[in-house]
């Protein structure tokens, strides 16, 4: 069989991208099946509550580190190969993190979790990029590719919900043993790619993994540690200057590296670095409403694991109708920032509807309306957004390309968890302290009126944090529209001759004349 088919070459493409799908779905909703579950872990494994985090905050700070090493393994090993690897450390660690008894293993097994996450994402996204070309097709299959990326961490919470509810906290670790076994079954019988021969092989670029690696864990870590410690602690601004100084260093470093771990004219083409850019401002904005509304309809509205992960079904349906229907029909007529920017502006407006959110229960008043509209806008928005970054790049560089989009996604989710949550924590102590402590009513305040006070002072505080991440995804509106001036995929060299697009349009020792 031919190394490089056309999409209309392999019958089997369309089973193949299920075997894709199901892998992305596992990393995605990884992110998220755990936070139900963390309280029964907590109490099961003795964590303290500083300690928590953790299990959270090792799985993103592997996976967002370790992107783009990922990414230029799968263009090393070959695509192929390097899903295999990542499905099969991927189901090996969530076993022992399944099994452990330590709170320590724990960390150990989330860590691992996340670094090969990181080389099966990108090469699950490359696979994809260079299975469908056809423009059309790869409008149907982005569009699915979008719905898994947007829905899968609120699918992450009902599964959780249940897992937690019904068996026990582990299964949400142990789940990702079935899924994967099958991926990788599926995956060697489906999916076709070739190991580059030597000449096509890129080196690694050592320097230029320690380097940006390196900057990304300080970042991704600081912005993680910013959440308890406060953004100006110490540590976090040692930690955040130390990152961008390393990737100040990194991007030096790339300019003259003769096999640079990320090619420079990935980031130089303005199209490429605006959509980046917008993928990452979305995911600071989504993270923090997926953080809010879990905590606002269990601590407030006194949900249960598995009612609040159903209530985030009306968002996952709206992601998926707004991808597969409307997205993927229109991607092939349009230019991209036609889609993303009405897509942006569609999210931040109901991230500014849930910005009013009562004490009181009001899910269908409040909740409902506003999920429907940020999962319409988002699934607008997911799909030109990879399409833009991952077209027209060489092939040997498919899959450190493709480990950007997800660095956009991780980098941009931690930034915006610790943000907005700092955001949220800060604006309720403002609220809540003076209406406790006030001279005049500190000692006459029954329980039920000082509950009250700070339930008032949390929902508050998620208000102003979500009209935030409404302004922060109008910024992304505006990237769009500025930035972006690709025309539609149907104009583009892509429609005729994908490889020779490929080279046409993207080498990476020049740049393009736009």
């Known amino acids: 069989m031919r190394a490089q088919q056309t ?5 089997r493409r369309w089973w193949g991208l299920v075997v894709i799908a199901l892998a992305q779905l596992m990393v995605v909703l990884d992110a998220t099946i755990v936070n139900i579950a963390l309280p029964s872990a907590q109490r099961d ?11 959270i905050t090792a799985y993103t700070l592997a996976f967002g580190g370790l992107l783009l090493l990922g990414g230029r393994v799968a263009d090393l090993i070959g695509r192929k190969r390097a899903f295999l690897a990542g499905l099969a450390g991927f189901a090996g ?8 008894h330590t709170a320590g293993l724990l960390f150990t097994a989330r860590a691992l979790q996340g670094g090969f996450a990181a080389v099966l994402a990108p090469a699950a996204l490359s696979l994809l990029t260079t299975t469908f070309t056809d423009p059309r097709e790869r409008g149907r299959a982005f569009g699915i590719y979008g719905a898994i990326a947007g829905g899968g961490a609120a699918i992450g919470l009902i599964a959780g919900g249940l897992l937690t509810e019904y068996l026990d906290w582990r299964w949400c670790l142990y789940v990702n043993v079935p899924i994967a076994l099958a991926a990788v079954l599926g995956g060697t019988w489906l999916l076709h790619d070739h190991r580059p021969g030597r000449a096509e092989r890129p080196r690694l670029d050592l320097p230029g993994v320690l380097l940006g690696c390196g900057g990304l864990v300080a970042i991704v870590y600081a912005c993680s540690e910013a959440e308890p410690r406060g953004w100006d602690d110490p540590l976090v601004l040692g930690l955040l200057c130390g990152g961008v100084a390393l990737l100040a260093a990194f991007l030096r470093w790339q300019a003259h590296a003769a096999d640079p771990l990320l090619p420079l004219p990935v980031l130089r083409d303005r199209d490429r670095a605006g959509a980046l850019l917008v993928m990452a401002l979305a995911f600071m904005a989504m993270f923090g409403l997926f953080l809010f509304l879990t905590y606002y309809l269990q601590q407030v509205l006194g949900y249960s694991p598995l009612r609040t992960g159903l209530a985030f079904l009306p968002m996952s349906a709206a992601i998926v109708v707004s991808s597969t229907q409307i997205s993927a029909r229109l991607l092939h007529h349009l230019p991209p920032r036609v889609l993303m920017t009405p897509g942006a502006c569609l999210a931040a407006g109901g991230l500014f509807l849930m910005g009013f959110l009562p004490v009181e229960p009001a899910y269908v008043s409040h909740v409902l309306p506003a999920e429907i509209l940020t999962g319409l806008g988002m699934g607008l928005l997911f799909m030109p957004v990879i399409d833009t970054v991952t077209s027209r790049v060489a092939p040997r560089d498919a899959g450190v ?13 931690s930034i915006g968890t610790a943000l907005l949550n700092t955001i949220a924590i800060s604006t309720a102590t403002a609220y809540i302290g003076p209406r406790l402590h006030a001279p005049a009513t500190a000692d006459g305040l029954s329980p039920a009126v000082r509950d009250r006070i700070v339930k008032e002072g949390v929902v508050h505080g998620f208000d102003v944090a979500l009209l935030w991440g409404a302004g922060i995804m109008l910024a992304g509106a505006a990237v769009a529209w500025t930035v972006i001036t690709r025309p539609a995929a149907a104009r583009t060299p892509t429609a005729s001759d994908p490889a020779t697009a490929y080279a046409t349009d993207y080498d990476p020792h020049r740049m393009r004349a736009d």
């Open 7 to 11: 999409a209309r070459g392999d019958p």
């Open 45 to 55: 494994l003795h964590m303290s509550d500083t300690n928590r985090q953790w299990v």
């Open 93 to 100: 660690a969530s076993a022992l993190g399944g099994a452990a």
């Open 401 to 413: 390309t493709s480990a950007t989009v997800n660095t956009a996604q991780q980098v941009g989710g």
